[in-house]
């Protein structure tokens, strides 16, 4: 018995010993990130996010219009002589005229100033300070579409048949008596081009039994297209510019 319980103390330890070595090997091969540190210091008016590379970037930080400076952490360059590109998001909230009767709150448009990609080399355990200037040639990449609802019942807006949700909202169907905002880039296929357009169809508004076609839009950045849906017809009512 004596020898029983030695051989299972021993298969024990065996066991302990291994998943320890196994442990401490998984940990020396984790790469650790490397990083330094950047201070922006945001002196333009606009509320921002600041992009790596392009504006199709991830999202390094954000800065209200009141923040005079962030202090962040960012990977370091990839390459020590390109360094690492920084692209700003200028933001500015829609007209209230198009918000007041909405379910969405904080409805902000993007634009991009192809003058302000900043580049510089971002090195480990270094600081560095990033100035955002106002931008100077501001171009919109943000279009919206408003659907005013004047019907007794609720309307979803769709995209040929899939129900698209409003922007800042958790909300999918546009409520009685409210107006219901969608950003068109997210629907569109590669996005609005930053000087072009594009062409939808098959955009509908769907309220009962019932489907309701919207007529078709050669959308446009800076521009919010302004509809409303009576239940039975969905008719445009003008555009609204942007103002940034």
């Not at 999202?59 to 209200?64: G, P, W, Y």
């Not at 009767?101 to 302000?116: K, L, M, P, R, W």
């Not at 300070?129 to 004047?150: A, R, V």
């Amino acid at each position: 018995m004596n020898n029983f319980l030695r051989q299972v103390c021993f298969f024990l330890l065996f066991i302990f010993l291994f998943i320890s070595c196994e442990n401490d090997s998984g940990d020396d091969n984790i790469e650790k990130i490397k990083t330094g540190r950047i201070t922006f210091v945001n002196e333009s008016s606009y509320r921002l996010m600041v992009r790596r590379d392009s504006i199709i970037g991830s999202v390094i930080t954000e800065m209200l219009a009141s923040d005079f400076s962030k202090t962040v952490d960012v990977r370091v360059s990839d390459n020590n002589w390109l360094g690492t590109t920084f692209t700003i998001e200028y933001l500015v909230t829609l007209p209230s005229e198009i918000l007041y009767d909405s379910d969405s709150t904080e409805v902000y448009a993007s634009g991009f100033d192809i003058n302000v990609q900043i580049n510089r080399v971002v090195e480990e355990n270094k600081t560095i300070q990033i100035i955002i200037p106002q931008p100077q040639n501001l171009e919109s990449n943000s279009s919206f579409i408003s659907i005013k609802n004047t019907s007794n019942l609720p309307g979803t807006f769709c995209h040929y048949g899939q129900s698209i949700l409003q922007i800042n909202s958790n909300l999918v169907p546009i409520t009685s008596g409210k107006t219901g905002i969608f950003l068109l880039n997210n629907i569109a296929m590669g996005g609005i081009p930053l000087n072009g357009s594009y062409d939808f169809t098959n955009l509908s508004v769907i309220s009962g039994s019932s489907s309701i076609l919207v007529p078709n839009l050669t959308a446009r950045n800076g521009i919010i297209y302004r509809f409303t849906f009576n239940g039975s017809t969905v008719v445009k009512d003008g555009e609204i510019s942007i103002v940034y």
